[in-house]
């Protein structure tokens, strides 16, 4: 009996190990694909729309961003 609960347990630990390492490597190739938005970006997007943005602007699109995430 202890025997067998012995072997759920390794198994137990031995899937989440497993699980963690899948998505350690999917997450590094998702942010290497799609990068979170940073100053530059922004500064991009909004000379894009015909503005020159001040670092103030950005600063207030960074800090809306962040407060969605």
């Known amino acids: 009996m ?13 899937g989440l190990v497993i699980g963690f390492l899948v998505a350690k490597t999917f997450m590094k190739k ?26 103030k602007q950005v600063n207030q699109v960074m800090k809306a961003m962040n407060k969605v995430q």
């Open 30 to 55: 998702y942010l290497k694909k799609n990068p979170p938005i940073n100053e530059k970006m922004i500064r991009v997007m909004m000379q894009q729309m015909g503005r020159t943005p001040s670092q």
């Open 2 to 14: 202890w025997g067998n609960i012995l072997w759920c347990v390794i198994g137990l630990v031995f």
